[in-house]
């Protein structure tokens, strides 16, 4: 199969100008570090994440013996996998 041939392309002054920006922008400075994650955002990022999972093991468990879960009824999922998906979110975070 023959190869193809190399077009050269033409220099407009709109790409030679964005050109020019993009190696100005990248000789101007560094970019920002982010700096790491303090132990109390770690903290309530576990933290949460424990709690929901003690949340539905309670539910699931112990719902009949304590009063103020068992009349939550389903709403328990909701508070328990709100708590476990609040806490997973905060890892997007972590650094």
């Known amino acids: 199969m023959p190869k193809s041939k190399v077009r050269k392309k033409v220099a407009t002054a709109s790409a030679t100008a964005s050109a020019q920006a993009n190696e100005a922008a990248y000789t101007s400075g ?9 132990p109390v955002y770690i903290g309530i990022m576990l933290g949460l994440m424990v709690l ?3 949340w539905l093991v309670v539910y699931y468990l112990w719902a009949r013996d304590i009063p103020f879960i068992d009349n939550l009824g389903s709403w328990n999922f909701a508070i328990g996998f709100a708590l476990l998906i609040a806490g997973l979110l905060m890892t997007m975070r972590w650094r």
């Open 30 to 38: 560094r970019a920002r570090v982010a700096a790491p994650s303090g």
């Open 52 to 54: 929901g999972l003690l």
